[in-house]
C-alpha cells in the first residue's frame, strides 16, 4: 500500500459525458501527479500540482482539466468524453518537487470506460 | 527532454540474474535515473534510484557508467514474481521539463 488513495476505482459512463477522479496523496506529500494508461500502452504524464499550483504539464488534452485543494487532495476532470478517453488514470504524489528527481508513490488507480 | 530506449521484452528464468539496459543519450546535468516496476492493473512501484556509478538496494542494483548515457537495472536471482514491466525514468521535476516514462520492457520469468 503506496498511502496515495484514488476514487473511484472503477467508473462506466458515456460518451460526452463528464466525470471527476479523485486523488489523495500521501501524508506529508505536496506534489499529485496525473497519468493516464491506456490498454497495453505506457504510462502517459498528463499534469503535476505541487501545493496547490500547477508545476508541470505533460500531454492533456483541453478537455481535462486538474486542481489541487488546499487539504491537498487533487480532481481530475475529464469532459466531452470519448471512446478513446477509456484509459486506467493513475494518481503519484510525491514529497516536494526540485531540481532533483522525486521518487513517487502511485495509487491503485481508475478504471474509466467510456461507452 | 531525455528520452529513454528500453528493449520491449525480455525472458528469463527463475533464479537467473536479469539485467535490463536504459538508454538516455541526452541526460541532462541535474537528471536522475529511476527505474520503476508495473504489476498489471496497478500502479507503478518505485525499485531504484542514481546519479552515477552503482546503487544498490534489497531489491535490485543500478549501474550507471561515467558518461550516464546509460542505464542497467539488475535484479539478482529472480522469481516468478519479477514477471512485470519495468520503466526506466530519467528527468527533472522543473516546472519547464516533462516525465516521460516510456514503453517500458516487459520481463517475463519462466519455471
Known amino acids: 500500500d503506496s498511502g496515495v488513495t484514488q476514487t473511484p476505482k472503477h467508473l462506466i459512463t458515456a460518451t460526452g459525458q463528464r466525470v471527476t477522479l479523485r486523488c489523495s496523496p500521501r501524508s506529508g506529500d505536496l506534489s499529485v501527479y496525473w497519468y493516464q494508461q491506456s490498454l497495453d500502452q505506457g504510462l502517459q504524464f498528463l499534469i503535476q500540482?505541487?501545493?496547490?499550483?500547477?508545476?508541470a504539464k505533460g500531454n492533456i488534452l483541453e478537455r481535462f482539466s486538474a486542481q489541487q485543494f488546499p487539504d491537498l487532495h487533487s480532481e481530475l476532470n475529464l469532459s466531452s468524453l470519448e471512446l478513446g478517453d477509456s484509459a486506467l488514470y493513475f494518481c503519484?504524489?510525491?514529497?516536494?518537487?526540485?531540481?532533483?528527481?522525486?521518487?513517487?508513490?502511485f495509487g491503485p488507480g481508475t478504471r474509466l470506460l467510456v461507452l | 527532454l531525455a528520452k529513454t530506449t528500453q528493449p520491449i521484452s525480455m525472458d528469463s528464468y527463475e533464479g537467473q540474474e536479469v539485467n535490463i539496459t536504459c538508454s538516455h543519450n541526452n541526460i541532462a546535468t541535474n537528471d536522475y535515473i529511476t527505474w520503476y516496476q508495473q504489476f498489471p492493473s496497478q500502479g507503478p512501484r518505485f525499485i531504484i534510484q542514481?546519479?552515477?556509478t552503482k546503487v544498490t538496494n534489497e531489491v535490485a542494483s543500478l549501474f550507471i557508467p561515467a558518461d550516464r548515457k546509460s542505464s542497467t537495472l539488475s535484479l539478482p536471482r529472480v522469481s516468478l514474481s519479477d514477471t512485470a514491466v519495468y520503466y526506466c525514468?530519467?528527468?527533472?521535476?522543473?516546472?519547464?521539463?516533462?516525465?516521460?516514462f516510456g514503453s517500458g520492457t516487459r520481463l517475463s520469468i519462466r519455471p
Open positions: 500540482y505541487y501545493n496547490g499550483e500547477e508545476r
Open positions: 525514468l530519467v528527468g527533472g521535476y522543473s516546472s519547464a521539463s516533462k516525465i516521460i
Open positions: 542514481g546519479y552515477k
Open positions: 503519484a504524489s510525491s514529497f516536494r518537487t526540485s531540481g532533483s528527481q522525486e521518487t513517487q508513490y
